[in-house]
């Protein structure tokens, strides 16, 4: 299925390699580049927020700097499992959306928080200058997490995944669906949630867990193609993966604005080889071999059939067809922690990967190899900028 704006998107080379960049785990990571670094947020063993923070995302792990923003007081709603922070810089301040529970009741009682930080034009790694903010006011009474923000039209929506609403408070973990809420400030929403997704194929299910979550959002380079991927079946599984939304038009708030593609956006690889689990990333602008404009996916993904444990953050390339968005064969590439890799393919050897074909089983151009030098600094994320 094609959607508007498509047929004059061009078909960029593309090379499947996926590259590790942290050895420790680093469940759902998000990064964002703001005034020459990078900033990776991501569930640090449930306790705290902490940033990481380079001029390159190759070998980020070894050469990043690492603070910790916050970290929860004891004996509070939102004490216990702090989930997938992401750092966001609106309207001149920074933010950090999270979600958390209390200890004392546990998953059910997860729900949507922010900490408020000091202005954008600020580094955000200073403890001192971050501030627990509360609850995103305005929310139902719902079990809501990975929360994030959609730029749009000049307007702002929070985008999150929670329980079904009709089932209240109360704990049903078995279903979670997609919604979208309008925001009137970076720290409140209005009016009522719509849900945009729920498990519908049987790839979205883990037994009899049906779960859309980690929303993230996913423009193409020349801002013709706007979406939603999101992960879907168990995160404790390796059968974790990524679908996507495509955005049609209209207003954002409508369920017919979004349309799901009926196969994920990234599976691990059908000859059982790893990584394994590969989902709850986001997704970056990057100026690319020969300064062409590429998107690179952030995700984690596990190098064992361990589903929570070792989930490292990898990079990933996202290509561009008249379909949309692609990534690889839509199943996990070559993986290595070697940066030429990346760059420039590899020729089949211990990790394979290389120019992966793109939908409809037509090969990828090669020429990445030829002009892949090094990429050019200067990346920009791409949240905040879609169709204003």
Same mark, same amino acid.
């Given at each position: 299925?094609?959607?508007p +704006?498509?047929?004059?998107m061009a078909q960029?080379s593309?090379? @499947?390699?996926i590259?590790?960049?942290?050895e420790?785990?680093?469940? @759902?990571?998000?990064?964002?580049w703001?005034k020459g670094?990078y ?10 927020v902490?940033?990481? /923070? $380079?001029?390159?995302?190759f070998e980020f792990e070894k050469?990043?700097?690492? @603070?910790?923003i916050w970290r929860?007081p004891?004996?509070t709603?939102?004490? =216990?499992d702090?989930w997938?922070p992401?750092?966001h ?8 959306y999270? %979600?958390?529970d209390?200890?004392q ?5 997860h729900r949507t928080?922010? #900490?408020?930080g000091p202005? /954008?034009?600020?580094s955000?790694?200073? %403890?001192?200058t971050w501030t627990?903010?509360g609850?995103?006011?305005g929310m139902?009474?719902?079990w809501?997490?990975?929360?994030t ?11 999150y /995944?929670?329980w079904p609403?009709?089932?209240?408070a $109360?704990q049903?973990e078995?279903?979670?669906e #997609?919604f ?5 400030s970076?720290t409140?929403?209005q009016?009522?949630?719509v849900?945009?997704?729920t498990p519908?194929h049987p790839?979205?299910?883990s $037994?009899?867990?049906?779960i859309?979550?980690g929303?993230q959002i996913?423009?193409?380079?020349d801002?013709?193609?706007l979406g939603?991927?999101?992960?879907c079946a168990?995160?404790w599984?390796h ?5 996507v ?6 207003d954002?708030l ?7 593609r009926?196969?994920p #956006?990234?599976?691990a ?6 990584p394994y ?9 990057v100026?690319g071999?020969g300064?062409s404009?590429?998107?690179w996916?952030? &995700? ?6 361990? +589903?929570?444990?070792?989930r490292?953050?990898?990079l990933?390339?996202?290509g561009?067809?008249?379909?949309g968005? &692609?990534?690889?064969r *839509?199943?996990?590439g *070559?993986c290595? =922690?070697?940066?030429?890799? &990346? ?9 394979g990967? +290389? ?5 409809? *089983?037509? $090969? =990828?151009?090669v020429d990445i190899?030829k002009e892949?030098?090094?990429? #050019?600094g200067q990346a920009? =994320?791409?949240?905040?900028k879609?169709?204003?």
């Open positions: 299925m094609s959607f +704006g498509q047929q004059h960029p593309y090379n @499947d390699h590259l590790t960049i942290t420790r785990s680093c469940a @759902d990571p998000y990064v964002i703001d670094t900033y990776m947020t991501f569930t640090a063993d449930g306790n705290r902490e940033i990481w /923070s $380079g001029d390159s995302l050469r990043c700097r690492k @603070d910790v929860p004891p004996n709603p939102y004490t =216990g702090v997938a992401e750092l810089n609106i309207n001149g301040q920074w933010y950090v999270f %979600a958390a209390d200890p009741h546990g998953n059910r009682t928080y922010i #900490l408020s202005p /954008s034009s600020s955000p790694l200073d %403890a001192n627990y903010h609850p995103l006011s139902p009474d719902q809501a997490i990975d929360g923000v959609l730029h749009l039209h000049n307007a702002m929506y929070f985008v /995944s929670g609403l009709d089932r209240g $109360g049903d078995s279903l979670q #997609l979208i809420i309008s925001m009137q970076p409140a929403v009016g009522a949630p849900r945009i997704s519908n790839w979205e299910f $037994g009899s867990s049906g859309n979550e929303p996913l423009c193409s380079p801002n013709r193609w939603i991927a999101y992960s168990g995160s599984t059968e974790y993966k990524m679908g939304l495509a955005y049609t038009g209209g954002p409508a369920p017919q604005s979004w349309i799901k009926p196969t #956006l990234l599976r690889s059908a000859d059982d080889k790893p689990g590969p989902g709850h990333g986001n997704f970056v602008g100026n071999p300064a404009m590429e998107v996916a952030v &995700f984690h993904a596990t190098d064992a059939k361990t +589903g929570w444990e070792g490292k953050a990898r990933m390339r996202v561009w067809s008249s379909d968005p &692609f990534m690889g *839509g199943e996990c *070559g290595c =922690g070697e940066t030429t890799h &990346f760059l420039h393919g590899c020729d089949g050897g211990q990790c990967g +290389g120019a992966g074909p793109r939908p409809g *089983g037509r $090969g =990828g151009d190899k892949a030098k090094k990429v #050019l920009k =994320g791409l949240i905040g879609f169709l204003k």
